[in-house]
Structures are given as structure tokens and as C-alpha cells.
């Protein structure tokens, strides 16, 4: 599984988070954004979270991969995202599906 961590400023600064891209996308803009020519790519739900300040729509995909993607990602188990890098709160509707 794949995480990264976020930059030093901004919403949730500094935090791991599950990659992501702004905007409303294909399954092909996620293909090229990752730099790959085939992934197996399931939507999930759509989820929202509400900061004091803004609210964060989200659309979320599993994509599975038999090539490594471009970026700097660092890639973990499902045990260590519970144990050792915890991930915020706004993304909770997605770190449930985690198994």
C-alpha cells in the first residue's frame, strides 16, 4: 500500500496521507498521473469531511498495480499504517476499507 507525505504547508501539513489528486479525474488521467499504462482501478465511495474552515469532497479509488508508479511513495503494510503511521482523521471513510 501506498502513502506519502504531505508538504510543509497547507491543510493537514506534514502529515502521511493515501495519494491523491485534485479535481474530478478519469481512470486514465490516474493512469498517467502515476506514470503506469495498466491498473486494475475500483471506485469506492464518495466521502466528505468538514474541517472548521472548508469542506473536502473526496472520490476514492483501489488501484492495483503490477508496475511500480511514479512518485515518491512510501509503500507499507496494512499493519503499519495502524501502528506506526496513523493517518488523519479527513481520510477515516477510506482508511476503514484498509485490510
Do not use: C, N
Amino acid at each position: 500500500m501506498a502513502i506519502r507525505k504531505r508538504d510543509d504547508t497547507g491543510l493537514l501539513a506534514s502529515l502521511y496521507e493515501l495519494p491523491g489528486l485534485e479535481g474530478r479525474i478519469s481512470q486514465e488521467q490516474i493512469k498517467e498521473a502515476l506514470g503506469v499504462k495498466e491498473a486494475k482501478i475500483t471506485p469506492l465511495p464518495e466521502a466528505k469531511h468538514i474541517f472548521s474552515h472548508v469542506e473536502w469532497h473526496m472520490t476514492g479509488y483501489r488501484v492495483e498495480l503490477t508496475e511500480v508508479p511514479k512518485g515518491d511513495y512510501l509503500w507499507v503494510t496494512p499493519e503499519e499504517i495502524k501502528k506506526t503511521y496513523s493517518l488523519p482523521g479527513a481520510f477515516k471513510a477510506y482508511t476503514k476499507l484498509i485490510r
